[in-house]
């Protein structure tokens, strides 16, 4: 196992005396997402199958959480990011030791050079988001939720491929627990989710236009949109603004960082948004995020102060 059990926190400014707000910090892995589980077991396994490199296409945190557990397990990693991933956070990839190629506009550009890097029958091409191992990996997290909180009724997730979500419902159904409710969070320039829900099937999104880079999929996983099914659900797509709002009170509250894609999940409790309105135990799982620096949180504080005046 490379990741590492996470806390669940309960946080008292905004639980009230009918509802408690928890906190799964995920943004304490290794990695500083939950990447790490499901990237963890995969290669854990190419290697098990005597597997020597392992390749990931990635706008950030997927390749270095691959980077992280393929160093760990002595393989050598091949991470494949768009021009889009900062410098700040390819240069935390190649410490790990992992080779970075910079390919393409956007992560579907990326994703194609690392397909073909991949044919090699000693390489494992490690998915960002669409592949039943990574789910079981992500969906430990449920496992450890439900030892310190058992009673919980809505979980709160966001959703970029769709590989968290997958995991959350893999976890959940393992443990009979179709009974939680659902609240699925995108911002709005990257709802590939909400539109897949709709349509009842994977769409295509034209373009991602979103400050939450990490949830820029433009077409998510299938499993998850038909299983979403068999529990009570919400798909909540909320703004860019509400998503930096997220980041800059939990830096407040918390004192940690997490990328926008993460406070899009916690803005919905900092909003009090409907969606949780009924709910007695709410867990949000704050998913974490390496592209990100106090210097970028510093500015948003800053914009966000200014658009309140």
Known sequence: MLHIKTPLILHWGLSTPTRRIWLKMENLQPSGSFKLRGMGLLCSQAKAQGKHRVVCPSGGNAGFATAIAAASLGLSACIVVPHTTPETTRARIRKT?????????????????????SQDADTEYVPAFDHPVLWEGHSTLVDEVLEVCPQFDVMVTSVGGGGLLAGILTGLIRHGRTDCRIIACETEGAASFAAAVDAGHPVRLPRIDTVATSLGAAQVAAWPVQHIKEFAYQCVVLSD????????????DMRQLVEPACGVSLAVAYLDHRAIADAHDVVIVVCGGVSVSAQLVAGWARLSGKRAK
């Open 97 to 117: 030791g992992a080779e970075v190629i910079v390919h393409g506009k956007v992560w579907d550009e990326a994703n194609q050079r690392a397909r073909q890097l």
């Open 241 to 252: 603004e509400d998503a930096i709002m997220g980041v800059v009170r939990f830096a407040r």
